[in-house]
């Protein structure tokens, strides 16, 4: 079983549309959470944290439900520029701390016009 | 403040030749982080050093790669021997300390293609 889960996709929508996506992880002593994002052949760059309590920014909002292992990201008014891949990441505790990051395979969004 | 660099951006090397992959961190970051990025995957992590001195190589394959972040320059990811399935993107991250991915900044990667 892969440490972090993800529908690849591709998640196809319409402009202004709201899409969720969903992530599961195995480790329960997973430390932190978050969501990046990735464009073609570029590097992953942070989106936000996910806390249990939610957290929002602009359009985007992140919740993590530690009981369920799961974690979930809400795109609302997606705009074309939203197009890119979506990785679900997890920094477990039992890494010792290092930091090290456990990503998940990615999820694809396309908006079209 | 330049970001993370790495070089080069894309790299061919022929099946048995030796890949070289080099990261320079954000300035004033001492913690470098590798991943791979095989095609149509997630990325791995690798391996995790701090200046002279290797963390965590947990990622690492047992044999042919090796890192190393020296005092001075930048931190260089060695794989010998390619084999085509080494063929990926390479990323390096840099954080100022240990931490989670909020501190973590990511170059553009090396793309390497073995033939």
């Known amino acids: 079983r892969k440490e972090v889960e993800q529908d690849p996709g591709p998640f196809n929508v319409p402009e202004g549309a709201t899409v969720a996506f969903n992530c599961t992880y195995s480790?329960?002593?997973?430390?932190?959470f978050f969501w990046y994002r990735q464009d073609c052949r570029k590097e992953p760059k942070l989106l936000m944290s996910?806390?249990?309590s939610g957290n929002e920014d602009g359009r985007f909002t992140a919740q993590l439900n530690r009981a369920s292992q799961y974690i979930s990201l809400l795109i609302r008014d997606s705009k074309l520029s939203d197009s890119a891949t979506y990785l679900c990441v997890v920094c477990p505790l039992d890494s010792g701390n290092t930091g090290k990051l456990i990503f998940g395979q990615g999820t694809t969004l396309q908006v079209k016009p | 403040n330049a970001g993370v660099m790495q070089n080069p951006r894309h790299l061919v090397r022929r099946r048995g030749q030796e890949a070289r992959l080099r990261c320079s961190p954000m300035k004033g970051h001492s913690h470098v982080y590798w991943y791979r990025q095989l095609p149509e995957e997630g990325l791995k992590f690798m391996v995790y050093?701090?200046?002279?001195?290797?963390?965590?190589e947990s990622g690492m394959p047992k044999e042919r790669f090796s890192a190393e972040f020296p005092k001075e320059g930048p931190s260089i990811l060695r794989i010998q021997q390619v084999v085509r399935g080494d063929s990926a993107a390479y990323f390096c991250?840099?954080?100022?300390?240990?931490?989670?991915?909020?501190?973590?900044?990511f170059g553009p990667g090396t793309r390497l293609t073995v033939t």
């Open positions: 050093l701090q200046k002279e001195n290797i963390i965590d």
């Open positions: 991250a840099s954080s100022p300390g240990t931490g989670g991915a909020g501190e973590q900044y």
């Open positions: 480790n329960s002593a997973s430390q932190s």
């Open positions: 996910v806390y249990s």
